[in-house]
């Protein structure tokens, strides 16, 4: 089923992805698990500005109305009856919003006559990696060797994984966040200085402004536990006392104050991230680096990040680096569709084995799955947040 080292698939698929897990609509067409046929995304960024975040049941409303338009879209390009799954996030993500896209791709699977495979939204964001270069560009980086294991690093606004990567459908997490993930950190900071929604990416543009090493008391936090483990909400309760001491008693002008505190703050976060993909690397000892999600746009993430394997230590010299394309970091449905492929790959080997096709981390989803999705909340509370202690590391529902 699978061919050469990128994992292409044998036969020709064409895979249809949906991705609704957060404020972002989108529907891809993907061949082979690699190859982008058309892809369509609705951002919810100006409805949400006003509150200031993504309200849940008003992201599942623009859902709704989002997708058939994204669908007409790409039927004006492809014709679908060419597609062979559907490829749909089912978790983990905003339970409304998932059980839109759910609901939409049941329809399309009665519509077509196509089965529906489910994507793990996280997985998918670190895959989106291997997505964005050629095969040709991929060899040059890995020099001969072959893509596993991989360190998969996931940083979003809603995620903060470290994953051992042995193939598409085998990553385990090996280091997650203990309280924000650091997107979500990123924003909670911009709200404390006062800047608009998105608040990380108006964050890296007032730092840039800043002096990063002018409070080098912030710092991420540690775990006893487990060295891999991420806490940031330390980091978030330090700056509010730096604001606050600064409003009881300014000493000098308020503007280059935020300029260097956001600057500060931004660099301690990321330094925090880099620090422990260092850990990991000693560990896991990869042969490539994956980063997924939408911090993965930061700019001066990616200048840090070149810094260091300039730096004497040189710990991550050696191991290539596959980032997501630009359009790949916030949340798509290339990524899910990519995935899908050979998760359904997966399914039909199994099948051809004449074993359960359900025993695939990347479980079917068939009729009467989604009739539980869509007429329980809790049901699919469930399946997007109820994580399992098998040696993956993988959210399994319960």
Same mark, same amino acid.
């Given at each position: 089923?699978?061919?050469?080292? *990128?994992?292409?698939?044998?036969?020709?698929?064409?895979? @249809?992805?949906?991705?609704?897990?957060?404020?972002?609509? &989108?529907?891809?067409?993907?061949?082979?698990?690699?190859s982008v046929v058309a892809h369509r995304i609705a951002s919810q960024e100006a409805i949400h500005r006003a509150t200031g975040g993504v309200v849940p049941s008003v992201a599942m409303l623009h859902h709704v109305q989002a997708l058939p338009k994204l669908l007409d879209l790409l039927?004006?390009?492809?014709?679908?009856?060419?597609?062979?799954?559907?490829?749909?996030?089912?978790?983990?993500?905003?339970?409304? &919003?998932?059980?839109?896209?759910?609901?939409?791709?049941?329809?399309?699977s009665l519509s077509l006559g196509k089965p529906i495979i489910g994507v793990n939204h996280v997985e998918a964001h670190a895959y989106s990696a291997l997505m964005s270069y050629s095969d040709i560009q991929k060899d040059a980086l890995l020099q001969g060797k072959g893509p596993y294991p991989a360190l998969g690093v996931v940083i979003s606004g809603g995620h903060t994984l470290l994953m051992r990567i042995s193939s598409p459908l085998e990553m385990e997490v090996i280091g997650s966040t203990l309280d924000d993930a650091v997107g979500e950190a990123l924003d909670k900071g911009a709200r404390l200085l006062g800047l608009p929604y998105p608040g990380g990416r108006h964050l890296e543009i007032m730092a840039q402004q800043g002096n990063p090493f002018a409070f080098p008391c912030l710092r991420g936090g540690r775990s006893k536990d487990n060295p891999l483990a991420f806490s940031f909400s330390g980091i978030k309760t330090h700056l509010w006392r730096l604001l606050k001491l600064h409003q009881d008693s300014p000493d000098r002008d308020e503007r280059s104050f935020k300029e260097d505190l956001a600057a500060s703050y931004q660099r301690a976060?990321?330094?925090?991230?880099?620090?422990?993909i260092d850990v990991a690397i000693r560990q896991v000892r990869p042969n490539s680096i994956w980063f997924g999600g939408g911090?993965?746009?930061?700019?001066?993430?990616?200048?840090?990040?070149a810094e260091k394997n300039n730096s004497s230590s040189k710990v991550t010299e050696e191991v290539p680096i596959l980032w997501p394309s630009p359009?790949?970091?916030?949340?798509?449905?290339?990524?899910?569709?990519?995935?899908?492929?050979?998760? *359904?790959?997966?399914?039909?080997? @199994?099948?051809?084995?004449?074993?359960?096709?359900?025993?695939?981390?990347?479980?079917? @989803?068939?009729?009467?799955?989604?009739?539980?999705?869509?007429?329980?909340?809790?049901?699919?509370?469930?399946?997007?947040?109820? *994580?399992?202690?098998?040696?993956?590391?993988?959210?399994?529902?319960?």
């Open positions: 089923m699978i061919r050469g080292r *990128w994992n292409r698939c044998e036969n020709f698929m064409r895979m @249809l992805g949906i991705e609704t897990t957060c404020d972002e609509t &989108s529907l891809a067409l993907v061949d082979n698990g690699i039927e004006e390009e492809e014709d679908l009856s060419k597609v062979d799954c559907i490829a749909v996030a089912h978790t983990p993500g905003l339970i409304v &919003s998932i059980q839109a896209g759910l609901s939409f791709a049941q329809g399309l976060i990321f330094e925090d991230i880099i620090a422990k911090v993965t746009q930061n700019c001066t993430l990616r200048t840090l990040i359009d790949l970091c916030s949340d798509n449905a290339v990524m899910i569709a990519g995935l899908g492929c050979h998760a *359904w790959n997966e399914q039909i080997r @199994l099948r051809v084995e004449g074993r359960s096709c359900y025993q695939g981390k990347l479980s079917l @989803l068939n009729r009467e799955f989604l009739t539980k999705v869509v007429a329980s909340p809790k049901y699919v509370k469930k399946q997007t947040y109820a *994580w399992s202690s098998n040696s993956t590391g993988r959210p399994q529902g319960r």
